[in-house]
């Protein structure tokens, strides 16, 4: 069954056409589906996860999008190009950039809440990481700087994310 957040899926939407850009959520951050994407000529923004598939920084080395965001001040925006690592092509990453914002601390505090309600469901801990990324929000896209700037990619993201919310199409 389709992941109910994966946002656009080749498995079960049109094909991607040169120049569009498939906004998604964080189960779309995938290489396999970011490629089938880029390959045929259109871009990607999505959500991503801390515990993110495998990047690294432009001379190779590996890198966790979380560590990038750390010096981040409230409201800061930081932007960072990255290579996505496809497991299927290893050399042939796809190049993107990481986009994120720290939150203001009332929005980060009602996260962390979200994330001990789910835990203690659970009867386990958070981990630490889940608690330091509910005051981030993380952005995977493949559009260079110069078609969109770090601010755009955050709005247009939240664009999106309110009329899914809102439950427009």
């Known amino acids: 069954p389709r992941p109910p ?3 656009w899926d080749p498995q079960y939407d049109t094909p991607a056409r040169p120049g569009a850009v498939f906004l998604a959520g964080r189960a779309a951050l995938r290489a396999e589906v970011v490629r ?14 801390w515990t993110n598939p495998k990047m690294t920084d432009l ?3 590996p890198i966790k999008a979380l560590d990038y965001t750390r010096a981040l001040k409230v409201g ?4 960072w190009p990255v290579d996505l690592v496809d497991p299927d092509q290893p050399s042939k990453p796809i190049r993107g950039r990481v986009v994120a914002i720290r939150l203001p601390a009332p929005l980060a505090e009602a996260a962390r809440r979200r994330v001990h ?15 330091e990324a509910c005051g ?3 952005i995977f896209t493949t559009l260079p700087v110069a078609t969109l700037v770090a601010n755009g990619v955050l709005e247009l993201y939240r664009g999106q994310m309110w009329r899914r919310l809102c439950g427009w199409p």
């Open 136 to 138: 981030i929000v993380i």
């Open 59 to 61: 001379e190779g080395n």
């Open 36 to 49: 089938q994407v880029t390959d045929g000529g259109a871009h990607v923004i999505v959500r991503a996860r």
């Open 117 to 131: 309600l789910a835990a203690s469901r659970k009867q386990r801990t958070p981990n630490k990481r889940s608690l």
């Open 5 to 7: 957040d994966a946002g």
């Open 76 to 79: 800061e925006v930081g932007d």
